[in-house]
């Protein structure tokens, strides 16, 4: 909502630098990529939906933004619950009986109690309540946001946005997962967008563990711990079974990289392409963008470096920062980037000017199972009277409270 907020304000001020409100573009990499897709997934914001943001000006109403270019739009989907049981890495014993309170409650508390511990031993002082957290300096704030997803399992995102069921469809900006709210085509499709990705995305995302036996379980289970361990052995023995990957060169690690490839990225990509109005695809295939920060390399000035400070000859990359700059000051219809439209087809961007054309590889993935998966097993989350003394459920190295049915 902050970057909303922000939107809004430019939509108001463009005009004194400039600038024209209509012809604003986004650009995002990785986890500003998936921020501009939850924007493209979210509910406008009317009077109904959200009355306290609404009043304050007009422009909050109106789509903040003309066309986007998403690289490398990655999410991993989280529920509310979900980011308190990542959070909670084993069960307090101190929790006996309760009755009066909600498990999220009791989650929310215990995930608290965490961040005042962290930020007390790095402040030096007793830190007591939210309150008081909120007056520390931004450097403080800073390190303890570190500390905290230093503990993060690996892979993962300890924090992002998150779908709150309690608060109902009609009065949240992330109502449901982008992924599902894409494949049912619930986004503001009217943005013109280019979106690109790299190959082999994802390949970082999985520790060494995903070698041994059930080690992609193991780490599906971590990742997704309120997923029914039936729906995690359903995806490793029957969707991603090891025997489709045995032929290929450390089949393991391309098995683990194409589950969280269709999750994180690949299904985002597909359906992005697919359901907006006017979008284009390209798929980066280079020796200088193989490193994370892809954007980096896009836009220079001069001569562009590879990761080891070489100066590139005149590579795809130079094309493709003109192709985005191009797109951004005149809009879709002046893109070179031919468009997605019901040919399936996406630029493939090699060394040299790109100009090849390839079917969407994302095409053949099983994106219409993750957009349905059960991400959230609501057994476990009834919000009603408990006792949830001795009742754990085990997964992998997460254990998290069972409640009640």
């Not at 501009?36 to 109403?61: D, E, G, V, W, Y």
């Not at 907006?276 to 562009?304: C, H, V």
């Amino acid at each position: 909502m902050d970057q909303r907020m922000a939107f809004s304000w430019v939509q108001k001020h463009i005009k004194k630098f400039g600038g024209d409100k209509s012809r604003v573009t986004l650009v995002g990499e990785g986890a500003g990529a998936s921020s501009i897709l939850h924007h493209l997934t979210a509910p406008n914001i009317t009077n109904r939906f959200f009355p306290m943001i609404q009043s304050k000006s007009h422009h909050h109403r109106k789509f903040p933004f003309r066309s986007a270019v998403l690289q490398s739009p990655k999410y991993q989907p989280i529920i509310t619950s979900q980011s308190d049981i990542i959070f909670e890495k084993a069960c307090r014993p101190r929790i006996a009986t309760i009755h009066s309170f909600s498990p999220h409650l009791i989650l929310q508390s215990a995930y608290i109690v965490k961040v005042l511990t962290v930020t007390t031993a790095i402040w030096g002082h007793k830190v007591k309540n939210i309150a008081k957290l909120r007056l520390l300096p931004y450097e403080v704030l800073y390190a303890v946001n570190a500390a905290l997803i230093q503990e993060s399992s690996y892979g993962t995102f300890t924090f992002g946005p998150a779908v709150d069921y309690q608060k109902g469809i009609d009065n949240s900006y992330v109502p449901d997962f982008p992924l599902r709210r894409l494949a049912k085509g619930k986004m503001a499709k009217g943005v013109h967008i280019i979106i690109g990705q790299k190959r082999n995305e994802n390949s970082f995302l999985f520790p060494s563990t995903v070698l041994k036996d059930d080690g992609l379980k193991d780490h599906l289970a971590r990742i997704f711990p309120t997923v029914a361990k039936h729906h995690i052995n359903y995806v490793s023995d029957f969707l991603y079974p090891s025997r489709d990957y045995e032929d290929m060169e450390n089949f393991e690690v391309r098995r683990s990289t194409e589950v969280l490839y269709d999750v994180f990225v690949g299904c985002n990509f597909h359906y992005l392409l697919q359901e907006m109005a006017r979008s284009s695809g390209y798929i980066l295939d280079t020796t200088w963008a193989i490193q994370e920060r892809f954007f980096e390399q896009a836009f220079f000035q001069g001569k562009a470096r590879d990761s080891l400070g070489k100066f590139l000859p005149n590579t795809s990359a130079h094309w493709l920062q003109e192709e985005i700059l191009q797109f951004s000051r005149e809009g879709a219809s002046t893109s070179k980037i031919r468009p997605y439209d019901g040919s399936g087809k996406v630029l493939l961007a090699s060394d040299g000017k790109p100009k090849d054309y390839i079917d969407d590889p994302t095409a053949k993935h099983l994106c219409q199972y993750w957009a349905d998966f059960r991400y959230e097993d609501r057994k476990c989350y009834k919000m009603y009277k408990v006792n949830i003394a001795n009742l754990c459920c085990d997964s992998g190295s997460l254990i998290w409270v069972r409640y009640g049915e």
